[in-house]
């Protein structure tokens, strides 16, 4: 066992598990998909130390269907998530692994294989991360509230068994071999306490005040991009594109280029959401951006995930939309060995998530920092819980520009309660999120943590 010879070894002890339903304020449409509600998996893990001391951690990850597994019958794909995630809660408490959280987490990982048993309906791997990576964020929030320390405090030489070389293989050219490194040697220090916020420019979305039909909520929140730049300072704007529409996808660029400028928005970016068939349509989309519409082209920092997030159903080479823009993996950088697949065809940057579990991230982080690749932090429209962890990676990531967070504004009641524990967290203030508050052992939730349990259905 990983934690044989450690005293800061844990077991997991006992597993809870709730299920949060929330619904949407609009659609929030990206790729082919339309987003109206999620249901979140919220677990609380409970760990036990060689002395016998005991605390209780907590993970939140929404169950994005449209995102992590989309077409098919998307409720039917929900409930198959569903009951992944009672199977994790009814397998984990029996796991007889100790050690750190990566440890426990990377060999339940590697022992159960993702067994989808009653859930089986051709699952694929990346919809059961999701579902794994609720209980994995909760273990890691245990084991920082066992031993009285924040959770990226501990995940170095003194808190783990293994180094990096157990879990990683580097390329040649990398900077380390891993041996004898740890997960904190790539981690910024300090972490970030203020972060750029990316708003999320969804495929539905009105942009000005001529776009809107009146059917918009009344509810005073804004309702159009315009506003949301201006309430907020938003700096940063994520553009949400079909990838099958070339026309539209080119013009709606132009048209959020357009308004960048006006705004004084500093940065773009382009995301297609796995939906690009041929290497050329992003190409070609970027040279006539560069030619026509320099000041939007200047703006686009980046293009995010526009091929399939399944590596054989991928273009084998990218590099001639890489060479114009920086490429960044996200659905297919669920593991350490696709991104360095990805690096190989043309992929120079790495989209990190909390919900692919933290202890893959942790690991894409190391080797994508070992190997030169730059890195984003993305958002799974995250509310409450999901919220803390998500930016807390953001801000030990060390990013090229803060993180995407967009949950105020698809539904920003959601974490009505937590906002008053942690305001600059729920609420982008100057175009930045504040994390000022997040601190204590484990993630730093504070009082928030039982909130919204009394509506959870299990």
């Known amino acids: 066992m990983a934690g044989d010879g450690n005293s800061k070894a844990v077991r997991i002890k006992d597993v809870e598990l709730h299920f949060l339903p929330v619904k949407a304020r609009t659609p929030y449409k990206f790729g082919q998909y339309s987003l109206e509600s999620v249901t979140c998996a919220r677990v609380a893990v409970t760990v036990e130390r060689n002395d016998g001391q005991t605390a209780t951690g907590w993970g939140e990850t929404p169950l994005s269907v449209g995102w992590a597994w989309p077409g098919g019958d998307a409720m039917e794909r929900l409930q198959a998530m569903e009951i992944l995630c009672r199977n994790f809660a009814r397998e984990l408490p029996a796991f007889a692994e100790q050690g750190h959280p990566m440890e426990i987490s990377m060999a339940f990982q590697e022992a159960n294989q993702f067994d989808l048993g009653e859930a089986g309906i051709g699952m694929p791997y990346l919809p059961a991360l999701v579902c794994f990576s609720a209980f994995d964020l909760a273990l890691y929030d245990a084991f920082g509230r066992v031993h009285g320390v924040p959770v990226f405090e501990a995940l170095g030489r003194d808190w783990m068994s293994r180094d990096l070389s157990h879990y990683l293989e580097a390329d040649p050219d990398a900077e380390t071999d891993f041996k004898n490194t740890f997960p ?15 708003h999320s420019v969804g495929a539905g979305d009105c942009l000005q005040p001529e776009d809107l039909t009146g059917s918009e909520p009344d509810d005073g929140y804004p309702n159009t991009l315009v506003d949301w730049i201006r309430r907020d300072g938003i700096r940063c704007l994520k553009i949400k594109l079909t990838g099958k529409e070339y026309a539209w996808d080119l013009q709606r660029i132009i048209d959020i280029g357009k308004i960048a400028q006006v705004e004084n928005c500093d940065w773009l970016c382009a995301d297609y959401n796995s939906t690009v068939a041929e290497v050329d349509y992003v190409v070609d989309m970027l040279g006539v951006l560069k030619a026509d519409h320099p000041e939007t082209y200047a703006r686009l920092l980046y293009v995010e995930q526009p091929f399939h997030y399944e590596m054989e159903d991928s273009p084998a080479d990218v590099h001639p939309v890489s060479s114009l823009k920086p490429l960044y993996m996200d659905e297919s950088a669920h593991d350490w060995r696709l991104v360095r697949e990805g690096r ?13 579990t933290l202890s893959s991230a942790l690991l894409m982080l190391a080797w994508s920092r ?52 942690h305001p600059g967290l729920f609420n982008r203030v100057d175009g930045h999120l504040d994390l000022s508050t997040l601190q204590g052992p484990g993630f730093g939730y504070g009082p928030i943590t039982r909130l919204h349990l009394l509506d959870a259905q299990e």
């Not at 904190?184 to 990316?198: E, I, M, N, S, V």
């Not at 990013?399 to 009641?413: A, D, H, I, K």
């Open 344 to 356: 190989r065809r043309g992929w120079n940057g790495v989209a990190l998530k909390t919900c692919k």
């Open 184 to 198: 904190d040697t790539f981690l910024q220090h300090p972490p970030a306490q203020r972060l750029p916020a990316w």
């Open 370 to 421: 070992a190997h030169g690749l730059p890195l984003m932090v993305q958002d799974l429209t995250n509310p409450r819980l999901a919220q803390v962890t998500h930016a807390l990676l953001a801000a030990h990531a060390g990013t090229v520009m803060g993180l995407e967070t967009n949950s105020m504004q698809f539904y920003p009641e959601a974490s009505s309660e937590e906002a008053k524990v």
